[in-house]
């Protein structure tokens, strides 16, 4: 059996948002998206950490036959904005049908790749993961790569068990030992069982899946560090969705589709993201059994062997710290609600009139993380330019509430996770995001209520299309400030509004519409 986090909680909690340094990690991401929702987590989490400067997603295979798996995986990648990183997806027989056991691996891929944009639709449309991710590590530096291992083991196996190609001379125990720095395997029954096939046939029969564990870990290099991560169960992410963004987003959909609105679920696969990126250390958690090492059997079975430190390349992932549980909750709930897009440096958009802050006592937050300290502090009183200075000097603030006070300044209280539809509207405050574009989920703006309709005739839309379509008629349209978007469930497309001098806080709150307020009216 597997000896887990044989060690006593220790240590202070970390920040809140990792301390960006260095060259992002670059990320190869093995998925079986589909059974399960904690894949597309995962894969959201991992584009918000590019987002961050964090990562570098370099390709993403999908590890099942199923051959809409992949497509689901599109649909994730084209609303970050990424269709330029490789896909590639497991060709053979191991879960093709995706309702062949007691389970289904289509809870949420059909609504995705029918009802979201996407350029690859199925896995006919890309290459095997296996030559993917070959060409891929071949281009990259030596020891350079960390590989999310979170889906079943078939593209790992079929990886390590790789000849040279045309991509590099190497075989693929060579390959891995020279690009592959770290894998961190989403371990246990599910994955390194098929599915755990013996036991339970969530996904049929295990042809050409049978074994395919004990092939990758039993011979994975030794000089590629491996990380076996078993946790999450306790950790749940997700709920955030329903409230923290608009339709339109996938990733929402997705968590709808298996869990209802406003449900989480369990993080296996987000945490085995973290670790690949930010380190066990960065994901409150910490490496225990340093040199023993993991023997797998043929049905995925696993039985760790002690060993003395130095002896083998191999760890296991525990948590640490107080209350971690809820601290990787937190972080991966704040990373999922991230708008696509880095944050910017020289681009603010103000939101005249919202107070945006967080708990007071037992009195829950209004939509923010308070970054001061003590929590309801400000930093200061100074120039709007020197407080957002300030904002950008902290690690992980994402915006500011400002208050006026006397000679022209501005009290200033630095804020992260800002939701503008749970902040107070109204105020003599004023909130500035890092963003060229501020969502604010539920504000319907029109004529009366907040904004001036461009569209002819007014109360007209300007046409059925995405988001990120929306704001750019929106830029090409002279004192155009924002946009007003409909959008329904099962839907990446929505009516499209334009509007001028937007003022949310006097647009209507808790409607079906989401505005998107540009930093400034385009010319």
């Known amino acids: 059996v597997m000896a887990r986090c044989a060690v006593p909680w220790a240590g202070a909690a970390l920040s809140l948002v990792a301390l960006v340094t260095g060259e992002p990690t670059k990320l190869i991401i093995d ?12 894969v959201c989490i991992a584009n918000a950490l590019q987002d961050n400067g964090e990562a570098e997603i370099v390709a993403v295979g999908h590890t099942n036959g199923y051959i809409k798996g992949i497509g689901a995986v599109s649909t994730l990648m084209h609303y970050y904005g990424r269709d330029d990183v490789p896909l590639g997806a497991y060709k053979g027989p191991w879960a093709r049908d995706p309702n062949a056991g007691k389970g289904t691996a289509d809870r949420y891929v059909s609504d995705l790749v029918a009802n979201y944009p996407s350029p690859i639709k ?29 889906g079943i083991t078939t593209n ?18 060579a390959l891995i030992a020279q690009k592959v ?7 246990m029954m599910y994955n390194f069982g098929c599915a755990q096939h013996d036991s339970d046939d969530w996904l049929g029969p295990d042809t050409d899946c049978r074994g395919s564990a004990q092939a990758a870990v039993m011979h994975w290099p030794s000089a590629t560090k491996q990380i076996f991560s ?11 969705l329903t409230g923290g963004v608009g339709h339109g987003n996938p990733c929402r959909q997705a968590f709808e589709d298996w869990l209802g609105p406003g449900n989480g679920r369990s993080s296996w696969d987000p945490i085995a993201v973290l670790i690949a990126v930010r380190g066990a250390a960065g994901v409150h958690c910490t ?45 991966l709930n704040e990373l999922l609600i991230k708008p696509p897009g880095p944050w910017n440096t020289t681009v603010w958009t103000a939101i005249q009139g919202e107070n945006c802050y967080g708990p007071r006592g037992t009195a829950p937050a209004h939509g923010a993380t308070d970054l001061e300290n003590p929590p309801a502090s400000s930093c200061g009183e100074m120039t709007l330019a020197d407080c957002q200075q300030k904002c950008l000097d902290l690690p992980g603030c994402q915006a500011v ?8 300044k501005v009290a200033c209280f630095r804020k992260a996770d800002v939701v503008l539809e749970h902040c107070d509207s109204g105020t003599s405050f004023d909130t500035y995001v890092r ?7 539920g504000f319907n703006c029109y004529p009366g209520h907040g904004g001036d309709d461009l569209e002819t005739p007014p109360a007209s839309d300007c046409g059925i299309m995405t988001v990120r379509e929306c704001q750019s008629k929106c830029a090409s349209t002279p004192k155009c400030s924002g946009v007003t978007w409909l959008g329904e469930d099962h839907s990446g497309v929505g009516k499209c509004y334009r509007k001028a001098n937007l003022v949310p806080a006097k647009c209507d709150h808790g409607t079906t519409f989401d505005t998107y307020i540009a930093a400034s009216p385009f010319q």
């Open 31 to 42: 998925t079986d998206a589909g059974f399960d929702v904690d894949d597309v987590g995962a």
């Open 122 to 150: 199925n896995s006919s449309q890309v290459p095997s993961a296996v030559a993917v991710y070959r060409r891929v590590l071949a281009a990259q530096p030596d020891r350079s790569v960390a590989i999310a291992a979170i």
């Open 156 to 173: 790992m196996r079929d990886l390590m068990l790789s000849g040279p190609d045309a991509s590099s001379p190497l075989n693929g125990s």
């Open 181 to 187: 720095k770290v894998i961190v395997w989403m371990d």
């Open 230 to 240: 078993p946790l999450g169960g306790d950790v749940l992410h997700g709920s955030w």
């Open 287 to 331: 490496e225990v059994n340093q040199g023993g090492h993991n023997v797998v059997d043929e049905a995925g079975k696993e039985t760790w062997i002690p060993g003395q430190p130095g002896q083998s390349n191999q760890s296991q992932a525990c948590y640490t710290g107080a209350n971690p549980q809820a601290a990787i909750s937190f972080e």
């Open 401 to 408: 509430t400002v208050q006026p006070v006397a000679g022209g």
């Open 435 to 441: 963003r060229e574009w501020a969502f604010a989920g």
